[in-house]
Every structure is written in C-alpha cells, then in structure tokens.
C-alpha cells in the first residue's frame, strides 16, 4: 500500500514537472495556433496583455528618445516634442496590444492577403493564408521562471518572445523589439 502511494506521488510529481517544463513550447503553440485561426480569446490565455503592454511601451519610448539624441533632449522644445511623442506612442501601445487590438491587426492582416491574393488555395475568395510568426522559432530557459524565443524577421532583424513563468502556466509579458523598429 505504502509503495503504491509512493510510486503514484513521484509519478504525479514527474509529470507535474514535465508540465512546467513543456510549458514555454505548450505557449508557443497555442499563441501559434491563436493567430493562425484568429482566435484572440484563446490569445488572451496565453498572453499577459498588461505586462507586455507594460514592457513595449518601454521599449518604444527609449527607441523615440534615443533617436531625438542629446540636441533634441537638452531643447525646451525638443522636450516638449518628446512628451507628445512619448504620449502618443503610449496610446498606439495601449490601443494594438489588446486582444481587440491585435483582432484589428488580424483582421487587416486577412484583408490585405485577400487583397494581394495571398490566400490558402490562391482563390480571391478563399480564406487568408494564415499567418505564422513563431513557425521558426528557437528558443531557450534563461531561468526557471523565464523562456525566451526568438524569431528571425524577413529582413533580418530579430524579435525575442519572452515568456514567464506564473504559477504552472507560462504566458508572453514581453517581445523585445529590435533596435531599430523600422528599417531605415
């Protein structure tokens, strides 16, 4: 009887840690599979909308300032510009990172390969080809409580999905952006 329970114990317990470890892939796929289908509510499971809100806006308002550079900072008006800058970027952040927001994107996104014939069966008609922005993904554990993937864009910047830990479940809270947010 006492084996019994031991040996239930420890196979409960090794499959609870290969749940946790399987959990960065277990997200990937279903945020995978969320924007494939166009399902934000499945999106929603898997991502942490107010931390990676949190996190991009960051981001992008380093980004406008490092590219201001030192003249435009030290201004009376270069600083005014930034703050209005700095506001409007936030907005845009706060608006496209929601799952309504990126079910606009989506939805844009369906639009324009309609529009350009970038269809599943070449038909006009047809429904878009999905799109896949994790298909070639590689990624690590930085931590126990931290995964990170990364992701080589057509024009060879990267972008790093980072996912967290929180409980069993692991969740997106940040996409680290690349310097540059738009080529030049």
């Given at each position: 009887m006492k084996k019994g329970l031991l040996a239930a114990f420890i196979?409960?317990?090794?499959?609870?840690g290969a749940y946790v470890v399987a959990g960065p892939y277990l997200a990937i796929h279903g945020i995978s599979k969320a924007i494939e289908e166009r399902d934000t509510g499945r999106l929603q499971r898997h991502v942490d909308f107010p931390e990676l809100r949190v996190n991009i806006k960051?981001?992008?308002?380093?980004q406008i300032v490092r590219r201001a550079g030192s003249d435009m900072q030290s201004s009376l008006f270069g600083a005014v510009a930034l703050g209005v800058?700095?506001?409007?970027?936030?907005?845009?952040v706060d608006t496209f990172v929601t799952?309504?927001?990126?079910?606009?994107l989506l939805q844009g996104d369906s639009l324009w390969k309609r529009a350009t014939g970038n269809t599943a069966n070449?038909?006009?008609w047809g429904p878009p080809?999905?799109?896949k922005p994790l298909a070639d993904t590689t990624g690590h554990y930085e931590?126990?409580?931290?995964?990170t993937a990364t992701t080589r864009l057509q024009d060879g910047r990267e972008l790093v999905f980072v996912l967290s830990r929180q409980g069993l479940r692991w969740r997106l809270t940040n996409i680290i952006l690349p310097n540059?947010?738009?080529?030049?």
């Open positions: 196979a409960a317990l090794l499959a609870l960051a981001q992008v308002n380093d800058a700095s506001n409007l970027a936030g907005a845009g799952p309504m927001g990126i079910a606009a070449g038909d006009t080809a999905p799109a931590s126990l409580s931290r995964y540059e947010l738009a080529p030049r």
